[in-house]
């Protein structure tokens, strides 16, 4: 029986910290194994917002071999570079011509994006969602695995295949695209900032101490769970609303140390945030260090990791193209004859 498809990606925009780990990479490494796998770099997304040429080159390759030090397995998946396969371009093109425009106003992280660049919003940060989209259908995925805030992007993603595509355009009983689904992991799935635990720990922003990097150095995170923000309250808790900030680290707590919720519950319910403190930050640096060693050693040999991403890429342009050619096809572009 053919295996179910999954595909995901993350921006290189950048450094990747414990929220598109414990959301995203984690749960990659898990589904390889069960599923046919393709993981990309999702470069065209980071010029949305205004980008560094040598950064973006640097964080590209950067993404693309942590995902290898996560555990990511060439041998179990394909990694490419979204820019490598021009049909994620041709795809965003045709689907931005029959999405409504005012289905992409209502994107949550659109309007918060927009807010942050003022006068500066690009054509390209309103489109980002149909290049999502895209990533998406050229492989007909069956599962998407994302953290919590990309629930939104991935319904429109839906919507777009099944309503402006397969309704308007596929031949009655063979749809062109298949319709995804979102693969939403409750735990990890919404990783938030140490500096406020309401808000979402995001690579964006501006204030380092707010996330753990990957790369950060132990004395890095030491100095970052030191500061992190507490409460007043003794003992740590899971489901007090009143306390995010307990909910997010013992939450951080019981899925680096591999211990359950009620585990650690119990663990911590009687220990105040100065000693829950160390015990956190001793979790999170052996839980980064193999992947940092990993990491370390892979940037040694920049051309094995090329070698990686140019059989990603080969493999990733078979598939992508069948579906663009279904897609051209039944929107009546004129084949060209060789
Ligand atoms: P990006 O780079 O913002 O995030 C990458 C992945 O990390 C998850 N994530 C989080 N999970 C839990 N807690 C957090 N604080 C946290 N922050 C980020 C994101 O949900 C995501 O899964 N638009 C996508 C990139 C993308 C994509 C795709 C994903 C482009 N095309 C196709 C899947 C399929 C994004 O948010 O990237």
Request: hydrophobic residues 35%.
């Amino acid at each position: 029986m053919q295996k179910k498809r999954v595909l995901s990606g993350v921006q290189p925009t950048g450094a990747l910290h414990l929220g598109n780990w414990l959301g995203a990479i984690r749960n990659w490494v898990e589904l390889q194994n069960e599923y046919e796998t393709f993981v990309c770099v999702v470069d065209l997304h980071a010029i949305t917002i205004p980008h560094n040429p040598q950064e973006l080159k640097e964080n590209t390759l950067k993404t693309a071999a942590l995902y290898l030090a996560c555990g990511m397995d060439p041998k179990k998946c394909s990694i490419f570079i979204q820019s490598h396969i021009p049909a994620h371009s041709e795809l965003c093109w045709i689907l931005n011509c029959i999405t409504p425009l005012n289905w992409m106003e209502r994107m949550i992280q659109f309007k918060e994006k927009a807010i942050k660049q003022g006068d500066n919003v690009s054509l390209g940060l309103l489109d980002y969602p149909v290049l999502m989209a895209s990533d998406i259908l050229l492989y007909d995925a069956d599962l998407v695995p994302v953290g919590e805030d990309q629930k939104q992007h991935l319904e429109l993603a839906r919507d777009i295949a099944q309503q402006r595509i397969n309704s308007r355009f596929s031949k009655k009983g063979s749809p062109i695209l298949k319709v995804p689904k979102p693969l939403i992991i409750k735990e990890g799935a919404k990783i938030m900032s140490l500096c406020d635990g309401k808000n979402k720990m995001s690579k964006s922003d501006p204030n380092e101490n707010s996330r753990i990097a990957l790369l950060d150095s132990a004395d890095m995170i030491r100095k970052k769970i030191k500061k992190a923000r507490t409460d007043e309250h003794f003992g740590l808790e899971f489901n007090n609303p009143n306390r995010p900030e307990s909910e997010n680290l013992l939450g951080i707590y019981s899925m680096l140390s591999g211990k359950q919720r009620e585990t650690v519950s119990e663990e911590c319910s009687n220990i105040g945030w100065g000693k829950f403190k160390p015990m956190l930050t001793d979790a999170i640096i052996s839980s980064l260090e193999p992947i940092q060693t990993k990491y370390n050693f892979l940037r040694k040999d920049p051309e094995y990791l090329n070698q990686i991403l140019s059989d990603g890429a080969d493999k990733a342009t078979i598939l992508s193209n069948l579906t663009l050619n279904k897609v051209r096809s039944a929107f009546g572009f004129l084949p060209k004859i060789d």
